[in-house]
C-alpha cells in the first residue's frame, strides 16, 4: 500500500508537468490534450523502463509509485469526470443547445449504437472474437471523450454551430456508450444471449430518470443559491457538491444515467443562476469551475496515458491490424450517420442543414480519451472475465485511443484549415473591420492626446499615429454597406440591441438597482427576442418584444386564482413582478435609445440607426403605457420603487467614491471599512420586491364609493357580507351580452366602457353596471369592458334582492340611474 505522502507527491508532480505543457502546447500550436497524454506515456514507459530494466536499481524508490500508483476506473468515473462534465455545460447556452438537439442526439445515440455494432461485428466476422466480447469493445471505443473533443475544438477556435454540435455529442454519448456497456458486460457475465427490446427499454429509461432527476437537482441548486447570501466561496462549494450527488444517486440509487443527469443538472444551474446570484459571483463561480475543469482535465489525460505502456507491453501484429480494423469501421459507422441520416433530417426539417466541411470535421473529430481506457479499465478488474477476453479489450481499446489523439487530434488543426473553418464569413469580415477602423480611430486620437499631455516629442507621436492611420486606411477599404443588405445590417442592429439590452440588465443587476425577482424575467425576455431575431428577424424581435409585455402564464394563472379563491397574495406577488420589470424596462429602453448613435450608427449606417431608435421608442411607447396603467391604479407603490431604486443608485456611488477613495491611498484600509460598513448597515445590500398592497379592503372600497357615503359603521360592516372585491385587468369583460350569469358592479377604481350599439360609453370610479337586466328581467344589451386596472365590488344576483330590502336609499338610487339609462337607450334606438 503506497504512503499518502507519495502519492500526493507523484500528483503534485504531474500537476507539475500539466503546467510545463501548456506554454509547449501554446509555442507549437498543439492541443494541450495531445501534448498531455503524450507526457503521461512517455512519463509511464520511462518510469515502467527504470523499475524493470537490469542495468540500474537506483531509481526503483522513484518509479515504482508511479507504475504501481492505484489508478482504476471508479477514479476516472466517480471522481474527474462528473467535474468535467457539469463544469463544460454550466457555460453552455441551453437554448442553441436545443436548437441542434436532433443532430446532437444523432451523433449521441444513434451513433453510438451504429459504431459498436459495426465495430464488433466487424471482429467477429474477421477474427472471429466472441460477439460478447466484440460487441463489449465496439461500445467501449463508441464514446468521444468530452475532454478532448471539448479542449481541442475550444483551442482550435472552430465556428460556433461546430463547436456546439461536436460539445453536445461529447457531452451526452458517454452516457449512452457507458449504458450500453453496462447491458453488454450484464450480458456477457451472465452468458446469456443479449435481449435487444429489454435492452432499448432499459437503455431509454436510464437516460429519461437521468434526465428529470439532474433537472430536479439543478432546479434545487437554483433555489437553494439565494440561501449562500452571495458568499461567493458558499455558491461554489454548492454546486461542486450538487455535481457529485446527482451523479452518485442517478448511478448508484436511481439505476439511471449520471452523465445525463450531470449534463442537465448543468445546463439547468447555467440557464437559471445568472439571474439569480450577482454578476461578479456568477464570473467568479465560472472562474472556479474553469480551473477545477482544467485540473481535472489535465489528470485525467495523463493518468489515463501513464496507463498505456502498462497495456500495450504484449501487443501483436495480429493486435495491431485489429485496431487498424477499428479504426476503419469507426469512421465507416460516423459517416454513414453524417452523410446518409443528417440529410435524412434535414430532408424531414427536423434539423438545420450541416454543411459538408462541418460533416467532414465532425468526421475526423471524433477523439476517444480517458473514458474509453477508463471502461477498458472497468474490464480489466473485474474478477469474473476470463484473462483472455481482458486483454483484448485493453489493448485494443488503449490502441485506438492513442491512434485517434495522436493521429487525428494533430491533424485537426489542418483539416479545418483546409476546409476553411477558421476564417470568418464575409459578413464578419465587414462588420470586424468596420469595428476595427473605429476603435483605432479612438485608439489614435488617444495617443494624440496622451502625448501633447506629457509633453512628448510631436515626431514620436506622428510615428506612432501612422501606423495606426494605415491600419485604419486597410480596415475601411471594404464598405459595410456594399458587403451587407439593409436587411442583414437590420438583423444584426436588432440582435446587438437585444444583446446589450440583456448586458444592462446584468449591469443594473450588479449595482443592486434591481430587485433578483425581475432578474429572471427581464433576461428570459431578452434571449427570447436574440432568438427571435436569428429565426425571423425584425418580425421576430417586435413579436418578442409584445410578448414582453403580455401578461404570462404565471400571472394569468394568479389571476384565475383570485378571481375563485379570495387569496390575494399570489395575485399580488405577480403583480408586483410585472410593475418591477415594466420600471426597470422603461429604464433600459431608454438607455438603449442613446446606445444607437453611439455605437450602432458608426457600425451599421445612420439609416439603419435610425430605423432601430423607431423599434426601440415604439417599444418605449408601448412600455411605458402598461406601466402608466399600474401607476394610476397604484401610485403609492410606484413612488415606494422609484424611491428604492434612487436609494439604491446613490448607495452604490456613495460606495464608489470610498472604494475609489482607497485605491488612491487617500484612506487606509480600517477607514475603508469602516466607511462601507456605515452604508451597508443602513437597509439590505440586494434589492428585493416590496409588498403590493391589491387594495381589496370592502370597508376602504365602501367608504370611497359616493353611493354609501350616508352609511354608518355599522351599516357598513353589515354591508360587507354582500359584496365581493375583484381586481379586474385591462381587456377584461366585466360583462357580456351573451352571458346569462348576472350581477352588479360598483366601480371602486379604474375605467370601464360599455359598449352600445351604436356608441361607447366610459364610466370611472363611483358608477355601477349591471343593474338594468337585475332590475327588468330583461337580456343584456351591452359589453362592459376594463379600460384600466380596476377594483370592483361585485354583488350577485341572489343577494340583490336582499341588498335593496335592507338598503332603501341605495335602492332608489340604482333604480334612478337605471331609468335614466333606459330613456338613453330608448332615445338612441329611436335614432
Known amino acids: 500500500m503506497l504512503d499518502v505522502a507519495i502519492i500526493t507527491l507523484v500528483v503534485a508532480s504531474l500537476l507539475l508537468l500539466v503546467a510545463a505543457s501548456q506554454p509547449v502546447a501554446a509555442r507549437y500550436h498543439l492541443p494541450p490534450t495531445v501534448i498531455l497524454a503524450g507526457l503521461g506515456v512517455g512519463f509511464g514507459s520511462l518510469a515502467t523502463f527504470l523499475l524493470k530494466t537490469p542495468l540500474t536499481n537506483a531509481f526503483n524508490d522513484l518509479v515504482t509509485p508511479i507504475v504501481t500508483l492505484p489508478i482504476r476506473s471508479s477514479v476516472f468515473l466517480y471522481v474527474l469526470l462528473p467535474l468535467l462534465l457539469f463544469q463544460a455545460t454550466i457555460t453552455i447556452q441551453a437554448r442553441r443547445i436545443l436548437e441542434d438537439i436532433a443532430p446532437i442526439l444523432l451523433l449521441a445515440v444513434v451513433a453510438v449504437i451504429l459504431a459498436a455494432a459495426a465495430v464488433g461485428y466487424s471482429l467477429v466476422y474477421l477474427f472471429q472474437i466472441a460477439p460478447h466480447a466484440a460487441l463489449l469493445l465496439g461500445a467501449i471505443v463508441a464514446t ?17 454551430r461546430l463547436t456546439r454540435l461536436v460539445e453536445g455529442e461529447a457531452l451526452l454519448n458517454d452516457a449512452a456508450a457507458i449504458a450500453l456497456f453496462s447491458l453488454l458486460l450484464a450480458a456477457t457475465l ?29 432546479r434545487a441548486v437554483c433555489l437553494v443559491m439565494p440561501l449562500m447570501r452571495g458568499i461567493r466561496a458558499a455558491e461554489v462549494t454548492l454546486t461542486i457538491a450538487a455535481a457529485y450527488i446527482i451523479y452518485i444517486v442517478c448511478d448508484l440509487f436511481l439505476h439511471a444515467s449520471g452523465i445525463v443527469g450531470v449534463v442537465v443538472a448543468g445546463l439547468t444551474v447555467g440557464a437559471t443562476i445568472p439571474a439569480r446570484i450577482m454578476p461578479a459571483n456568477w464570473r467568479y463561480l465560472v472562474d472556479v469551475w474553469d480551473q477545477i475543469g482544467f485540473w481535472a482535465g489535465s489528470l485525467v489525460f495523463i493518468l489515463a496515458a501513464i496507463l498505456v505502456p502498462r497495456v500495450l507491453a504484449d501487443v501483436t501484429l495480429r493486435d495491431m491490424l485489429m485496431i487498424g480494423t477499428v479504426v476503419v469501421t469507426a469512421l465507416v459507422a460516423r459517416a454513414a450517420v453524417l452523410f446518409l441520416l443528417l440529410p435524412l433530417l434535414s430532408m424531414s426539417r427536423l434539423m438545420a442543414a450541416v454543411s459538408l466541411p462541418y460533416n467532414l470535421t465532425i468526421l475526423w473529430g471524433g477523439l476517444r480519451g480517458a473514458v474509453t481506457l477508463a471502461l477498458a479499465l472497468a474490464v480489466t478488474e473485474n474478477r469474473f472475465l476470463d484473462a483472455e477476453l481482458k486483454q483484448f479489450v485493453a489493448v485494443i481499446a488503449t490502441g485506438y485511443v492513442l491512434f485517434t489523439l495522436f493521429v487525428k487530434g494533430l491533424t485537426l488543426r489542418p483539416v479545418i484549415r483546409w476546409l476553411k473553418l477558421d476564417r470568418l464569413s464575409p459578413i464578419d469580415v465587414a462588420v470586424r473591420n468596420q469595428v476595427v477602423a473605429l476603435a483605432l480611430a479612438d485608439v489614435a486620437d488617444e495617443v494624440r492626446s496622451t502625448a501633447k499631455r506629457y509633453e512628448i516629442e510631436p515626431k514620436v507621436s506622428r510615428d506612432v499615429v501612422r501606423g495606426y492611420e494605415s491600419r485604419i486606411a486597410e480596415a475601411a477599404g471594404g464598405n459595410i454597406e456594399e458587403v451587407l443588405s439593409d436587411r442583414e445590417r437590420l438583423t444584426l442592429g436588432l440582435i446587438a440591441l437585444a444583446t446589450r439590452e440583456k448586458i444592462l440588465i446584468l449591469e443594473h443587476q450588479g449595482r443592486h438597482t434591481i430587485a433578483l425577482d425581475a432578474v429572471g424575467d427581464l433576461i428570459r425576455h431578452a434571449e427570447r427576442m436574440i432568438e427571435a431575431v436569428r429565426s425571423d428577424g425584425r418580425t421576430g424581435y417586435n413579436r418578442a418584444a409584445r410578448m414582453t409585455l403580455e401578461y404570462g402564464v404565471a400571472f394569468r394563472a394568479a389571476y384565475f386564482i383570485h378571481q375563485y379563491i379570495p387569496v390575494a397574495r399570489l395575485l399580488s406577488r405577480r403583480l408586483a413582478r410585472r410593475f418591477e420589470s415594466l420600471l426597470m424596462l422603461n429604464l433600459l429602453l431608454s438607455e438603449l435609445v442613446g446606445y444607437i448613435p453611439l455605437r450602432i450608427n458608426p457600425v451599421l449606417g445612420t439609416r439603419i440607426g435610425e430605423i432601430l431608435t423607431e423599434i426601440v421608442r415604439g417599444r418605449l411607447a408601448a412600455t411605458r403605457t402598461s406601466l402608466e396603467a399600474l401607476r394610476l391604479q397604484y401610485p403609492d407603490y410606484a413612488e415606494t420603487l422609484e424611491k428604492d431604486f434612487l436609494i439604491q443608485i446613490g448607495e452604490q456611488h456613495e460606495l464608489s467614491h470610498y472604494d475609489d477613495l482607497w485605491s488612491e491611498g487617500l484612506v487606509g484600509q480600517e477607514m475603508h471599512e469602516s466607511l462601507r460598513r456605515a452604508v451597508l448597515q443602513r437597509g439590505p445590500v440586494e434589492p428585493r420586491t416590496a409588498r403590493l398592497d391589491l387594495k381589496l379592503d370592502i370597508i376602504d372600497m365602501v367608504r370611497s364609493l359616493p353611493i354609501f357615503s350616508h352609511l354608518d359603521e355599522a351599516q357598513i360592516k353589515r354591508l360587507r357580507r354582500y359584496l365581493r372585491p375583484r381586481l379586474v385587468m385591462p381587456g377584461t369583460y366585466i360583462i357580456r351580452k351573451d352571458d346569462p350569469h348576472l350581477g352588479l358592479h360598483f366601480i371602486a377604481s379604474g375605467a370601464v366602457a360599455v359598449h352600445r350599439p351604436d356608441h361607447v360609453i366610459r364610466l370611472g370610479p363611483g358608477n355601477f353596471v349591471g343593474e338594468m337586466s337585475l332590475l327588468t328581467g330583461l337580456p343584456k344589451s351591452s359589453d362592459v369592458v376594463a379600460l384600466s386596472f380596476c377594483h370592483l365590488l361585485s354583488l350577485s344576483k341572489d343577494d340583490f334582492l336582499k341588498f335593496l330590502t335592507e338598503y332603501p336609499n341605495i335602492r332608489a338610487e340604482i333604480e334612478k340611474t337605471a331609468a335614466i339609462r333606459a330613456e338613453d337607450n330608448r332615445v338612441s334606438l329611436m335614432r
Do not use: C, N, Q
Open 144 to 160: 468521444t471523450d468530452p475532454a478532448a473533443v471539448v479542449a481541442i475544438f475550444r483551442d482550435i477556435g472552430a465556428p460556433a
Open 190 to 218: 451472465s452468458g446469456e444471449p443479449l435481449d435487444f427490446t429489454e435492452g432499448a427499454k432499459t437503455f431509454l429509461l436510464h437516460f429519461l430518470i437521468g434526465a428529470v432527476a439532474g433537472f430536479a437537482g439543478g
